[in-house]
Nanobody
């Protein structure tokens, strides 16, 4: 059973930075892709970023491109989302997600429809 546990959320001023972590367990993740989505109050869940576990290929949503960076520490089975130049509109619950086990070593999602497993989320609040 895949488990994804997020941490690192909190309150930050506009222009600041936060790093989210997602500890993954319950499987061998070499052929998974991992990612992050977010959901702001009253809005639909939005794709943020994704990365292929083995090859490190990445893809970003337009709203975070150039400000956020997704990465993986294979030794720790942990996925990170470095968020810089944060804006009040980045305020949301951020969810870690993964595909299934046969997604491939290079392929990376460009939307959240390919995510199968989800964490419980961590709140990020950006004050103006």
């Amino acid at each position: 059973q895949v488990q994804l546990i997020e941490s690192g959320g909190g309150l930050v001023q506009a222009g600041g930075s936060l790093r989210l972590s997602c500890a993954a367990s319950g499987s061998t993740f070499s052929r998974y892709a991992m990612g992050w989505s977010r959901q702001a109050p009253g809005k639909e869940r939005e794709f943020v970023a994704a990365i292929s576990w083995s090859a490190g290929v990445t893809y970003y949503g337009d709203s975070v491109k150039g400000r956020f960076a997704i990465s993986i520490d294979n030794a720790k089975n942990t996925v990170y989302l470095q968020m810089d130049s944060l804006k009040p509109e980045d305020t949301a619950v951020y969810y870690c997600a993964s595909t299934g086990p046969l997604y491939g070593t290079i392929r990376v999602p460009n939307n959240q429809r390919d995510f199968v497993y989800w964490g419980q989320g961590t709140q990020v609040t950006v004050s103006s």
